[in-house]
């Protein structure tokens, strides 16, 4: 008789258990690719996304309603709010310019303890500031006021940035370096000159003078706001757009080369849109130098990301609860509005070396 044939029992596939394990671990909890790679980081960035809104709309509307003497929704509460509210929309503006120039500068030049700052904005604001007064005197700080002189103002520190940048990005020996200890030197002379200036000034005169060279909401024009919010809005959408292009920048000339990327190309349009930013910014409102810094640390610090796409929201967030919190808080505990600048450099300094003690780095 014939034997039986044998049967062979395959094994049965092992390799599809993993895979089924993978796919369920990504959804309860399991690491993926991409910028927030656990479901414990994606929810972290949701919860503290929406804290900072709540914070947000809570300052906001503390501003507009707080000590309101109307009552609640009748038409004079609303004019007094609306009259307010020049004032909240000048601090979101800030708030734009200076998280998104300060993100995108740091990423540009691969620092994250460095700020546009030392490009020489605010000491040229400085100079033009007290260059009016001592050549005009006192009424110089109304001859500097109007939509012409701000516009002025923009164009001459875009101009000066911009000048800078391609005189020392270009050529055989450009480099990023060179460009901050350049930028840092012009910032020292300027300042220089308008210290020099100063002390030569009367002391009324250098009192007129000293109102404007603080970082102050009330600095700010109603007028300005039509020239400044498409200013912001513009280069702060570019940057935005181009968060995959800053995220490859962040990983160095090489690195950006290999992919595709014209290195210089893509740093030096990064930089002319910082300089549109900051120029803004400085024009607005006066110096603010620590509330960049501040806001990028911050920023990276609970976004816990590398992409851009998530940095940024959470980094303007930031600038506007810092802005209004100290704005508020000033109005109503100490009763010295307008002047934020000194409430930032202290609670902001101390929550930046709060974060840099707990984590021990940037």
Not at 31 to 40: E, I, K, N, V, Y
Not at 143 to 165: D, H, R, T
């Amino acid at each position: 008789m014939a034997e039986a044939p044998t049967v062979r029992r395959t094994p049965p596939r092992t390799d599809r258990a993993p895979m089924h394990t993978a796919r369920a671990g990504l959804h309860h909890g399991g690491r993926a690719s991409g910028a927030l790679p656990t479901a414990h980081s994606r929810r972290r960035y949701w919860v503290v996304l929406g804290v900072l809104i709540f914070l947000a709309v809570g300052f906001g509307f503390g501003l507009l309603a707080w000590d309101n003497p109307m009552p609640m929704g009748s038409t004079g509460f609303w004019r007094i709010a609306e009259m307010r509210g020049t004032s909240v929309v000048v601090m979101m503006v800030v708030a734009i310019c200076q998280a998104m120039a300060t993100v995108s500068f740091q990423t540009a030049t691969n620092n994250r303890i460095i700020t546009p700052s030392i490009m020489g904005f605010e000491s040229l604001y400085i100079a033009v500031q007290t260059g009016a007064v001592f050549f005009l005197g006192a009424a110089g700080v109304t001859a500097i006021q109007g939509n012409a002189q701000f516009v002025l103002q923009i164009l001459l520190m875009v101009a000066l940035s911009m000048a800078l940048y391609g005189w020392l990005l270009s050529g055989k020996y450009g480099n990023l370096q060179v460009m901050l200890l350049i930028g840092i030197i012009i910032g020292g002379g300027l300042g220089s000159i308008s210290a020099f200036m100063q002390r030569l000034l009367t002391p009324s005169e250098f009192d007129v003078l000293t109102a404007r060279l603080f970082g102050s909401i009330s600095n700010a024009e109603i007028s300005y706001l039509p020239i400044a919010i498409p200013l912001c809005l513009g280069a702060g959408l570019l940057l935005l757009f181009n968060a995959r292009r800053l995220n490859i920048i962040a990983l160095g000339s090489d690195t950006t080369t290999n992919l595709g990327l014209n290195h210089r190309f893509e740093v030096m349009r990064v930089l002319f849109l910082v300089s549109i930013l900051m120029a803004t910014s400085t024009a607005l409102v006066g110096p603010m130098t620590f509330l960049g810094f501040l806001v990028a640390t911050l920023a990276y610090q609970l976004a816990d990301s590398y992409d851009h796409r998530y940095v940024f929201p959470i980094a303007v967030l930031i600038g506007f609860v810092v802005l209004a919190g100290a704005y508020f808080i000033m109005k109503n505990v100490f009763y010295a509005q307008g002047v934020v600048s000194i409430i930032i450099e202290v609670v902001g300094g101390s929550v930046f070396l709060f974060f840099i003690l707990r984590k021990g780095r940037l």
